[in-house]
């Protein structure tokens, strides 16, 4: 009972309209979390920074559950399950529709292509090229997901910003390849473009606060 009001608490003071689904599978999810420890099973969470940016506010929430939790069963679960309990509230959002971990695993393959390529470059999280960088990524991954990919193709444009940012269209096309590969999925000259121009603010920037 206690559990429901701080969850009716929570979706009142962040204005979250939640599935109601979300009573049982994070209740579920806790105390699942609970016998795992119990029996010296620790899982990790592979996406827990992906998840901190880029569900910032869930995985706040998810802190504030996990105190709870640990205080109310005495128990030490770990900051990787805040980042689980964040997922079941974005899940639970715009009906349940968002399929939060798969977004975050698009996104984390593609940042992970972008570092690499820029020999193990280091994001800062609180620039503002890569957070417009991050959220452009949420929102492709979630099209993708739901079959909502629609551009105007500019054919003209994309060909001299290809040629103009050679280095960060050469990135591009490895997310490219990758999208292909894994997904089946060939992306639209448009979404190119626009990856090829975050890229290139976000290297651009990365070079200037190095040099200072």
Do not use: P
């Amino acid at each position: 009972m206690e559990f429901c009001s701080w969850l009716n608490e929570v979706k009142e003071k962040e204005g979250m309209k939640l599935n109601d689904s979300i009573y049982f599978s994070l209740s579920d999810h806790i105390m699942g979390a609970i016998s795992r420890l119990e029996n010296g099973i620790r899982l990790q969470n592979m996406l827990l920074l992906d998840i901190k940016q880029l569900y910032h506010k869930e995985y706040e929430i998810g802190l504030e559950l996990l105190k709870k939790v640990n205080e109310m069963f005495e128990v030490d679960l770990s900051a990787d399950e805040a980042g689980f309990f964040a997922l079941h509230f974005v899940n639970a959002e715009d009906g349940g529709k968002t399929d939060s971990y798969q977004i975050s695993i698009i996104v984390h393959q593609i940042l992970d292509i972008v570092e690499k390529y820029y020999d193990n470059m280091e994001f800062q999280e609180d620039n503002l090229y890569y957070q417009r960088f991050l959220t452009h990524l949420k929102y492709f991954a979630q099209r993708f997901l739901h079959k909502e990919l629609h551009y105007d193709e500019n054919q003209e444009l994309f060909k001299i910003i290809k040629e103009q940012y050679r280095e960060a269209y050469g990135c591009v096309k490895m997310i490219y390849l990758m999208m292909e590969e894994e997904y089946k999925y060939a992306m639209t000259e448009d979404e190119m473009l626009y990856l090829t121009i975050h890229i290139q603010k976000i290297t651009e920037d990365h070079k200037r606060l190095k040099n200072l």
